[in-house]
């Protein structure tokens, strides 16, 4: 009889220090881990990396012109391009400019796009917002040899 209590106390000893090492272990995973979202990510600098790289992805691509050139409605195309290539929470307000320049004139930019290529209807409700400017020359279709201007705005939702 008496060793059938030492069995169970031991065993109660076993199951005691099991727990104890997994709710260690799961403590640990959740310092070590964060969730997306959280304020370490958020920081202007992914931003910014983020902004340049899908900029240069899609330039890369051609798509710019493509979309530029596709006529009627190319704003909510190329709104479509960009939301599906950020990840969730990320705002983002892009204006495009045409950049000409003559011997005679003035640089001028013209700005492209009538409706706004956006996501939220005001940037400066996100957080953390960042600006990017990237210039373009055009090389692949009728518009070759233009300059377009991209100020992109993006940030994290509010």
Not at 34 to 44: D, I, K, L
Request: positive net charge.
């Amino acid at each position: 009889m008496a060793d059938r209590n030492i069995a169970g106390q031991v065993r109660l000893i076993e199951v005691l220090v099991s727990l104890t090492i997994i709710v260690v272990a799961i403590i640990l995973v959740g310092q070590i881990t964060r969730p997306p979202g959280t304020p370490r990510v958020r920081s202007e600098t992914k931003l910014i990396k983020l902004g340049y790289n899908l900029l240069n992805y899609l330039a890369e691509k051609g798509v710019f012109e493509e979309i530029i050139e596709s006529g009627d409605g190319w704003e909510e195309r190329m709104k479509i391009l960009i939301q599906s290539h950020l990840p969730y929470g990320v705002v983002f307000n892009l204006t495009i400019y045409n950049f000409s320049k003559t011997f005679s004139t003035e640089p001028t930019l013209e700005k492209l796009n009538e409706y706004p290529i956006s996501n939220i209807d005001d940037i400066s409700l996100a957080k953390t917002v960042v600006s990017i400017k990237y210039s373009y020359v055009c090389t692949r279709t009728k518009i070759n040899g233009s300059i377009i201007i991209f100020n992109l705005q993006l940030g994290y939702r509010g």
